[in-house]
């Protein structure tokens, strides 16, 4: 029966639905085999790091993460998103090995495999076992009835068969994930970032309901919507409350949303400080923010503080073999260049890191910026324990060798360009509450400085100097 105009369109969405289907199927055999070779690949990294049956637990940690850091670059990946990967995989080959297969055959899809993890995370073998049984079983129905399971129901079932038979009553579970509430701050564009608490459910819902009824309150000429309300009584609250047992909370209210006195690291264009440039300031643990927003932090920070990294201003960039610990200067100096732990992927800020010599004190390194580097503790137990090594190149540029031959460099994040004895130098650079950078001065240079800088702070707070 030759095909109408009106079955066309029918058929080729049918198709399209179909391939779809396959390569989605495909997708998963894929994902599967990635979790396998992960594995394998583990295993041969251990071998490469000299594990042993003798060696010590210490060794063996020290072993996975030297894997996990290698797997992460690698991949181009964050090491929490390569640590994962590495966990999964060593559960997937071993006692839930019956859902990697699923996984394989394209009869359970990644999230749902994630959830079959989760949910039999720390659990007795047989309780474990039962868990994972709801969602292979969902999975057969699946395919022979045609019945369409999706995470979320999955996870439904999956937790009442969890709840029905975990020989742990469920208070004293929630008592121990208690312990691991924390406030968390995720980055997003145009200057904006997501703002989390991980806390017990009750107390999550009271707080969005507080919110809700305050946002409700509806005042003339107020035209936010009642989310927006919402979220600026939240940063009110949180940046204006006062605790009666904290007297530092009183003299840090800020007052309106906006208003902070930072105790934070922000770098600003000196040009842009002036309001002479249009130039992003740097918020650090976020990124670029605009003008106003760093004027109005500049302003309200209570004191300032200049880097020295010229030598007419008078920093010193080396202290030789005499001083095992850098100077105040110079670990400054060092946790602004470098910005963030200079592992490659890591993202830890540098004032919370560690400053290492790239070559060793006892083997005739400096404490030098051009021996000096910021480590968080974690990498720099990875770089004395495994098989990891570090050479500093010029302009602070840090080469990195894998245990498996791997070569990755890190680049600072403020590259400071020296400047030799006699050349033309820039002002001096204040900073509020942090450091500010050097960017060049048109040739109409500031006779004071510090005159421009309090009639900056003038401008934006009334406040005497």
Request: hydrophobic residues 40%; contains cysteine.
């Amino acid at each position: 029966m030759p095909a109408t105009p009106d079955a066309m369109p029918h058929a080729a969405l049918e198709r399209e639905l179909a391939a779809i289907s396959a390569r989605e199927s495909a997708i998963r055999r894929i994902h599967a085999d990635q979790y396998r070779r992960v594995q394998r690949a583990r295993e041969l990294a251990a071998v490469v790091e000299g594990v042993t049956a003798a060696s010590t637990s210490r060794e063996r940690d020290m072993a996975t993460r030297s894997f996990v850091a290698e797997l992460a670059t690698t991949l181009g990946q964050h090491e929490a998103s390569a640590s994962r990967l590495v966990a999964e995989a060593e559960r997937l080959t071993g006692p839930r090995r019956a859902t990697l297969d699923a996984l394989a055959a394209g009869e359970l899809a990644l999230t749902q495999v994630r959830s079959v993890l989760e949910l039999t995370q720390d659990l007795p073998a047989e309780v474990a076992d039962a868990v994972e049984r709801v969602a292979l079983d969902a999975a057969s129905d699946a395919t022979a009835l045609g019945i369409v399971s999706t995470n979320a129901d999955l996870r439904r079932r999956m937790r009442r068969v969890r709840e029905r038979m975990h020989p742990e009553p469920l208070a004293d579970r929630h008592a121990r994930a208690v312990a691991e509430r924390h406030v968390c701050v995720d980055p997003a564009p145009d200057g904006m970032a997501w703002f989390g608490l991980y806390v017990e459910a009750e107390r999550a819902v009271a707080i969005d309901a507080r919110l809700t009824v305050l946002a409700a309150r509806e005042a003339s000429g107020d035209t936010r919507t009642t989310a927006q309300r919402a979220a600026d009584l939240a940063a009110d609250l949180l940046l204006g409350g006062v605790l009666a047992d904290d007297e530092r909370t009183r003299w840090g209210v800020a007052g309106a949303t906006g208003a902070v006195r930072p105790c934070i690291n922000v770098t600003v264009p000196m040009l842009t400080l002036l309001g002479l440039d249009d130039e992003p300031a740097e918020l650090e643990g976020y990124g670029p923010i605009d003008r106003d927003s760093a004027l109005r932090l500049a302003a309200h920070a209570p004191s300032l503080r200049r880097i020295l990294v010229h030598p007419e201003i008078g920093t010193a960039l080396s202290y030789g073999r005499d001083h095992y610990r850098a100077p105040a200067d110079l670990d400054g100096f060092v946790r602004v260049r470098d910005g963030r732990c200079r592992f490659p992927g890591c993202s830890r800020r540098a004032e919370y890191a560690d400053l290492d010599h790239t070559v060793a004190r006892a083997h005739g390194g400096e404490t030098a910026d051009t021996n000096l580097g910021a480590l968080c503790r974690h990498h720099h137990r990875l770089k004395h324990e495994s098989g990891w090594r570090v050479v500093q190149e010029e302009g602070g540029v840090m080469r990195w060798t894998s245990p498996a031959g791997h070569v990755l460099r890190t680049l600072p994040e403020r590259p400071f360009m020296p400047v030799g004895a006699g050349e033309g130098v820039d002002p001096p650079v204040a900073q509020a509450e942090s450091f500010i950078d050097d960017p060049p001065i048109p040739p109409d240079p500031l006779d004071s400085f510090e005159d421009e800088w309090r009639s900056l702070i003038e401008l934006y707070d009334p406040v005497p100097f």
